[in-house]
């Protein structure tokens, strides 16, 4: 898988308005009702994840989960970044 060309990413940004770009990964925070909430919502995205058989970077602060996606055997952001940040949105 390549990294994306700036044009290409500009693109993709557009698709996942939640998501940040920052340095050469994309993240976004999801804020639950509590930590169980939390848990269940990373429990989601790890079966996603399995699925995709990409995997992003998860910080769990109590109510907020943090996901960072990259390609970091690309070196970088890929479309695998993005198909898997828009199934992620799809739970939201």
């Not at 990294?3 to 050469?24: I, K, N, R, Y």
């Not at 909430?37 to 996603?48: D, F, K, R």
């Not at 479309?79 to 940040?85: K, R, S, Y």
């Amino acid at each position: 898988m390549d990294v994306l060309t700036a044009e290409a990413l500009s693109h993709e940004l557009a698709t996942v308005p939640d998501w940040a770009h920052v340095g050469d990964a994309i993240a976004r925070t999801a804020t639950r009702s509590d930590f169980r909430a939390a848990m269940l919502y990373v429990g989601a995205v790890a079966y996603l994840a399995e699925e995709a058989n990409h995997h992003p970077d998860i910080l769990i602060q109590w109510n907020k989960v943090t996901l960072t996606l990259s390609t970091h055997s690309a070196g970088g952001l890929t479309a695998n970044d993005f198909a898997l940040a828009r199934t992620i949105d799809a739970l939201t």
